[in-house]
């Protein structure tokens, strides 16, 4: 049978099967990691897994839990990058445009 060694933050080198670990994958986010529950203290322990990292895993017979993540949150992560939260005095601003404006689907520049 397999064995995987890993490290445990509070109990040191532990040896795992391949049944005792799960990796997961989430490609769409560029990120992966492997995760145990520690036979000896019982934390569960998740680390940052690098593409090596899961191919020897996933070899080993590790199973992998491939994360679907829906574009809608992707979109919104790519949003909240390229335009910064609003401000109160952006609030403010928007307020007194308001106060100002006849015709707001017009002054919005809708057709």
Same mark, same amino acid.
């Given at each position: 049978m397999t064995t995987i060694k890993a490290t445990c933050p509070a109990? &040191? /080198?532990v040896d795992? !099967?391949?049944a005792e670990v799960t990796v997961t994958v989430a490609r769409s986010l560029g990120w992966s990691t492997y995760s145990f529950t520690c036979g000896r203290c019982a /934390? !569960?322990?998740s680390k940052p897994a690098d593409e090596e990292t899961v191919r020897l @895993?996933? &070899?080993a017979g590790v199973r992998v839990e491939h994360l679907?993540?829906?574009s809608e949150y992707l979109e919104a992560r790519i949003l909240h990058r390229t335009n910064p939260p609003l401000t109160e005095d952006d @609030? +403010? /601003?928007f &307020? +007194?445009?308001l *106060?100002? *404006?006849t015709d707001v689907v017009q002054a919005a520049g809708a057709p």
């Open positions: 109990c &040191g /080198d795992l !099967t391949p /934390d !569960t322990v @895993l996933t &070899g679907s993540i829906p @609030l +403010l /601003d &307020g +007194l445009w *106060a100002r *404006a």
